[in-house]
Nanobody
């Protein structure tokens, strides 16, 4: 079974940093597209950063470019999201998800097939 476990969230002041991790198991990690998504209260889930199955491209939403860095360690079946210069609007539940194909070309659409539990990120102003 595909399993994804995200952790690393917390409460930080604006300008602070957090590093999220997502440990994966039950599938061939390097053959799946993988992404980080978030959902703020009262808002729709949105893609934050995603890597295509071929690792050819990494996509970021505009609001996090230059502040967030997504990386993937195939040897550890783990993906990371380094978040720097956090803003209150980054607050939300962060999820990792995988798609067993490149059907979305690494784009961060919240339609990936498998999802982990979320981890809460709260940025205080």
């Amino acid at each position: 079974d595909v399993q994804l476990q995200a952790f690393g969230g917390g409460l930080v002041p604006a300008g602070g940093s957090l590093r999220l991790s997502c440990a994966a198991s039950g599938f061939t990690f390097e053959q799946y597209a993988i992404g980080w998504f978030r959902q703020a209260p009262g808002k729709e889930r949105e893609g934050v950063s995603c890597i295509s199955a071929s690792d050819a491209t990494t996509h970021y939403i505009t609001s996090v470019k230059g502040r967030f860095t997504m990386s993937k360690d195939n040897a550890k079946d783990t993906v990371y999201l380094q978040m720097n210069n956090l803003r209150p609007e980054d607050t939300g539940v962060y999820y990792c998800a995988v798609e067993p194909s490149d059907i979305y070309g690494g784009l961060c659409v919240p339609l990936y097939k498998y999802w982990g539990q979320g981890t809460q990120v709260t940025v205080s102003s």
